[in-house]
């Protein structure tokens, strides 16, 4: 076993984090550490998975793999052989990978280690230290995994309850993130202080909260606010990213030059698109989809009432708009919607979904899908090339401009057991669009303003990533992604990494000594250790999908 030392490597993740904020506050003397951060370790944006979706850019930094690999892809267990909604499917949890992770490496030689609040950690498994997991998780005491030799400070809940956002005022929530983002800091000094680690992980939330909810009131070009309520919200996110730089300071005024400092985020943030980009509708024009069209007009006339009433509300009338969550029109669910919607023996490919700006089409195989029109082999690959191939052709009318940035086969940005999974098609949207789902409207239709004013921000994929240590040399690094992270860190404290991870050290961000003295050493760790029994209770179940809902991930 390794004897105790002190702390070695910290890693603080701030999730939604972006230099898009963090650099215009800088050259405004805004935030000083973050400006000495930058001055003195290394630094550049991090590439997301795709989608960069919390869950599986999460579970890629814990594990060093592509989503392909570890199975996650969102929030949701993906059954891509179904039309049906995806909300009926099962959250996620760590059976995909735990045993897996670089703390699992660390534990195994012996080093103790902390995680605090890391998403998609429940259920947690047993390491050498403690864990606590971050969300999705369900309002129980069993979200800790704790060694006998550790005892936790703590009398409030680190994560949000199931009901919060339903009843949570727009000041509540501001208020509230900032709190608990205080709570996880006070806890991880406090265990820092009385405990030696030798990696400690924090992951605090507050950043991609308001970068969600309050992102219009930070843009003044978003349209259907107030100017009261801008007045009022316009430093929600800069307080976030102050609280974080306090926190920041603080860690460095104890632990100074001592210990290699990561700083990451999942992925970035930016504004809601105006517009939609109609999948289905664009794949009926090319010939791709075939729709019953008396059933299509009923669900679009259903849809635009339910839209027009809910457009009256503000996201401040809770009661009314948990009355109309309530009888929400399963057609308007963000999925591929009603079975009946479609003519599914001659359609061949649909609409699937993912998180933006990334968006999936499934082909309607044989023998997968239930009313399967493609045959498998040829026609299949005949069909996904025409598909990606029109996708990137495709111009907006009005602007001239492309849609897509990006489309891919799945083979061509995941691999690993679970790439049959995931859609057949995944492209990257324009940032002026968004995925939508309207089918009697037009291909680019715009985005109804409550919806813009319900989630304001959305992710991006340049994160953030910044070292700063006695190993690390200033400098400005381009390339980084998330799934690097994991290998990394472990070539940090010395140890070898998993021939298994897809990541890469990022070798630029080290002092030449360090990597002279210190050459990247790999090892075949066949084994996943064993872990209790991960699956969901009913109750845990519900309870992590009503989370889910509120932050508006499902």
């Known amino acids: 076993m390794k004897s105790k030392q002190t702390l070695k490597t910290m890693i603080i993740g701030l999730d939604g984090a972006t230099f898009d904020i963090i650099l215009p506050l800088i050259k405004k003397q ?29 579970t890629s930094f814990m594990t060093g793999e592509n989503p392909g690999k570890h199975g996650i892809i969102s929030f949701m267990q993906p059954n891509i052989a179904s039309y049906s909604n995806i909300q009926n499917q099962d959250t996620v949890t760590t059976k995909n990978f735990s045993g897996k992770t670089f703390f699992d490496v660390m534990s195994k030689e012996g080093f103790r280690i902390g995680v605090i609040t890391v998403p998609v950690t429940y259920p947690p498994w047993d390491i050498n230290g403690i864990m606590i997991s971050g969300y999705p998780c369900p309002d129980n005491d069993k979200i800790y995994s704790i060694s006998n030799s550790i005892s936790i400070n703590i009398s409030e809940p680190l994560n949000f309850g199931a009901e919060y956002y339903k009843t949570a005022s727009e000041e509540q929530i501001i208020e509230d993130c900032i709190y608990r983002d205080k709570l996880r800091s006070i806890l991880t000094f406090d265990l820092l202080n009385r405990y030696e680690f030798d990696c400690f992980v924090i992951v605090l ?15 003044p070009e978003y349209p259907g ?12 996110i800069f307080r976030n990213y102050k609280l974080a730089d306090e926190e920041l300071g603080k860690f460095l005024e104890i632990y100074g030059d001592d210990v290699n400092l990561f700083i990451i985020s999942d992925h970035g943030s930016g504004r809601h698109p105006f517009h939609f980009f109609n999948a289905n509708l664009w794949l009926k024009n090319n010939g791709f989809l075939k729709i019953n069209g008396n059933k299509v007009l009923a669900r679009e006339i259903l849809r635009k009432t339910f839209h027009g009433l809910q457009s009256i509300l503000t996201p401040k009338h809770k009661k009314s708009t948990s009355f109309f969550r309530k009888i929400k029109p399963r057609s308007n669910v963000n999925i591929v ?44 690959d005949d069909l996904t090339n025409s598909i990606i191939y029109n996708l990137l052709e495709y111009r907006d009318k009005n602007t001239g401009e492309k849609v897509i940035e990006k489309a891919f086969r799945r083979e061509e940005i995941y691999s690993g057991p679970y790439v049959n ?21 037009s291909i680019i239709s715009p985005v109804p303003n409550f919806r813009l004013s319900k989630k304001s921000g959305l992710h991006l994929m340049n994160g953030i990533f910044i070292s700063h240590g006695p190993d690390i040399k200033p400098n400005r690094i381009q390339g980084a992604r998330i799934i690097d992270i994991a ?15 897809d990541g890469v ?50």
């Not at 290998?487 to 991870?501: F, H």
């Open 421 to 441: 999974n995931f859609p057949d098609i995944v492209y990257i949207l324009n940032s002026r669009f968004v995925g939508g789902n309207e089918l009697l409207s």
């Open 225 to 236: 606010v107030k100017n009261e309520d801008r007045e009022k919200f316009k430093d929600a």
């Open 30 to 58: 805004q935030l000083p550490t973050f400006s000495r951060l930058l001055k003195e370790g290394a630094w550049g944006e991090l590439e997301s998975t795709i989608p960069p979706v919390t869950a599986a850019a999460w």
């Open 487 to 501: 290998p990394t860190v472990l070539y940090s404290s010395g140890l070898s990494i998993p021939d298994s991870m």
């Open 505 to 554: 050290v990022l070798e630029s961000i080290f002092k030449d000594n360090f990597m002279q003295n210190r050459p990247v050493s790999f090892f075949n760790w066949k084994e996943k250790i064993e872990q209790k029994d991960f699956s969901l209770q009913k109750e845990e179940n519900e309870q992590m999908k009503e989370k889910l809902k509120s932050l508006g991930y499902i």
């Open 205 to 219: 939330g507050g950043i991609d909260r308001a970068c969600h909810d309050y992102w219009k009131y930070y843009d």
């Open 337 to 380: 919607g009603v079975n009946k919607l479609f003519d599914w023996e001659n359609t061949k490919a649909f609409y699937y979904p993912l998180i933006y700006p990334a968006d999936g089409i499934m082909i309607n195989l044989k023998g997968r899908q239930p009313k399967g029109s493609v045959n498998p082999g040829k026609e299949y």
